[in-house]
């Protein structure tokens, strides 16, 4: 089944794309800084926003669907 009908595989995938682009903009940071004002690639960026500002609740996240995928 897509990820894009399944809810919880649509969150995974998301907070899997925070965390990567996170981590990324953390190592490179002109990689995704200089994409910014572009239409496609600037959601790497607003991504990378993300996880950057609410990084206690994207962790807490991250936890709660390991927790749930370890319990299925």
């Known amino acids: ?10 969150l ?5 794309l925070i965390c990567c682009c996170t981590y990324i903009h953390g ?9 910014k004002d572009h239409e496609a690639l600037g959601g790497f960026w607003k991504l990378a926003r993300i996880g950057e ?5 994207v962790s807490l996240a991250c936890i709660l669907m390991a927790i749930n995928q ?3």
């Open 12 to 16: 995974q995938v998301v907070l899997l």
């Open 53 to 57: 500002r609410a990084s206690p609740y």
């Open 27 to 35: 190592q490179w940071p002109s990689l995704l800084d200089r994409y």
């Open 70 to 72: 370890f319990n299925s």
């Open 1 to 10: 089944m897509s990820a894009l009908f399944n809810f919880t595989s649509l």
